[in-house]
T-cell receptor, first 116, second 112 residues
Framework: GAGVSQSPSNKVTEKGKDVELRCDPI?????LYWYRQSLGQGLEFLIY????????KSGLPSDRFSAERTGGSVSTLTIQRTQQEDSAVYLC??????????????FGPGTRLTVL | KQEVTQIPAALSVPEGENLVLNCSFT??????LQWFRQDPGKGLTSLLLIQSSQREQTSGRLNASLDKSSGRSTLYIAASQPGDSATYLC???????????FGEGTQLTVNP
């Protein structure tokens, strides 16, 4: 079946502009995660959605970052007033249930964001 | 705070060699540990997941072990091939949540 998909694959924007990144999880997966991979910071957690529960936003670096998940499926990560330090690869992952010993997270190809 | 460390940061071996990648974590209260592979410019591919109650998992030429009490895992790759060249990442899920905490990765090069 189809894996996790993300769009766009690459995004170049000017400092100060807003961007939206999209993630389509694997069908039937109730858990969805956003991570960021940047030089010098490695892979870091941003936000986690599980079913209809309130999302775990504890990894968002500032209030310029927000995310939503509509209908328990597609998710959008929004970065407002982008800064050069936001340049990174944004990775989305999904899993069947989240928070169990057998739960494997499957990753999408990522969106490479460059802020000029 | 959970910290994950991978050693070595980079490794170059000739084709055919068996090799071991190391991962350590500071907090043993984990649900599981996953090993991933990342090719340049690509996302992450899950290789193996070891539950906290397990000692090892095997898939083809890959074998991963877990010693939860000492906070260590190893990924053993047998008979390495040039196609194994990639960055290998280990990550753990703490029992308090669902997020993965990643190590910095080991960049593996297998030379023909």
């Amino acid at each position: 079946g189809a894996g996790v998909s993300q769009s766009p694959s690459n995004k170049v924007t000017e400092k100060g502009k807003d961007v939206e990144l999209r993630c389509d999880p694997i069908s039937g997966h109730t858990a969805l995660y956003w991570y960021r991979q940047s030089l010098g910071q490695g892979l870091e957690f941003l936000i986690y959605f599980q079913g209809n529960s309130a999302p775990d936003k504890s990894g968002l670096p500032s209030d310029r970052f927000s995310a939503e998940r509509t209908g328990g499926s597609v998710s959008t990560l929004t970065i407002q007033r982008t800064q050069q330090e936001d340049s990174a690869v944004y990775l989305c992952a999904s899993s069947r249930s989240g928070g169990s010993s057998t739960d494997t997270q499957y990753f999408g190809p990522g969106t490479r964001l460059t802020v000029l | 705070k959970q910290e994950v460390t991978q050693i070595p940061a980079a490794l170059s071996v000739p084709e055919g060699e068996n090799l071991v990648l190391n991962c350590s974590f500071t907090d043993s209260a984990i649900y599981n540990l996953q090993w991933f592979r990342q090719d340049p410019g690509k996302g992450l591919t899950s290789l193996l997941l070891i539950q906290s109650s397990q000692r090892e998992q095997t898939s083809g030429r890959l074998n991963a072990s877990l010693d939860k009490s000492s906070g260590r895992s190893t990924l053993y790759i047998a008979a390495s091939q040039p196609g194994d060249s990639a960055t290998y990442l280990c990550a753990v899920v703490h029992t308090s949540g669902s997020r993965l905490t990643f190590g910095e990765g080991t960049q593996l090069t297998v030379n023909p």
